[in-house]
């Protein structure tokens, strides 16, 4: 229930969009919007775009103004996924955004501000790309406000397990409207 920025750490497939979600729903946050953004699937050429909007003319095929997910997500939070692929001039924008709660779009002339709740992932140990000179010391401070490691299913005890399939089961049942009862 805290509005600080979380990261969540844990292999591909361990749930943290999920965990996103329910962080999300179970803040004051959750009448606003809950986007997600996969950095690493973005080129690094529309990334900047993509996260922070551009206005009309800003470059070669803008045809229009466009509204980047910080602004969208206003009010919201904002699940910055694979957030260790980021490029490092991204990285520092970001930075400012988390700092300051303002960014400008791409060929703007003025600020806008922005009220977002981060919470970011990663398959990758962003500590030890802070150590390689791959992810800004800063940033990661500041996104790791409340790191959340996320174990894989082959590292969880069996009573969780357990609980886990109740769950899917339960949701199957929910989706098709009926299903089996137990396993």
Not at 58 to 82: H, V, Y
Not at 88 to 114: P, W, Y
């Amino acid at each position: 229930r805290l509005d600080v920025p979380v990261l969540l750490l844990g292999e591909t497939g361990t749930g943290k969009e999920v965990i996103a979600r329910t962080i999300h729903e179970a803040s004051s946050r959750s009448r606003g919007p809950f986007l997600r953004v996969n950095c690493g699937a973005i080129p690094p050429e529309l990334i900047d775009s993509e996260l922070f909007g551009h206005e009309k003319g800003a470059f070669t095929g803008a045809t229009s103004s466009r509204r980047g997910w910080f602004e969208r997500a206003d009010n919201g939070t904002l699940l910055l996924d694979e957030v260790g692929e980021l490029a490092m001039e991204l990285q520092s924008k970001l930075l400012t955004v988390l700092d300051e709660g303002r960014f400008r779009r791409l060929g703007g002339a003025h600020d806008i501000a922005t009220n977002v709740r981060i919470v970011s992932a990663s398959n990758h140990d962003l500590e030890q790309a802070v150590r390689d000179g791959r992810f800004r010391s800063d940033l990661y401070f500041r996104l790791a406000v409340l790191p959340v490691h996320i174990p894989p299913l082959r590292e969880r005890g069996r009573d969780e397990i357990s609980s886990l399939l109740r769950r899917l089961l339960h949701a199957h049942q929910a989706r098709v409207g009926r299903g089996p009862t137990r396993f």
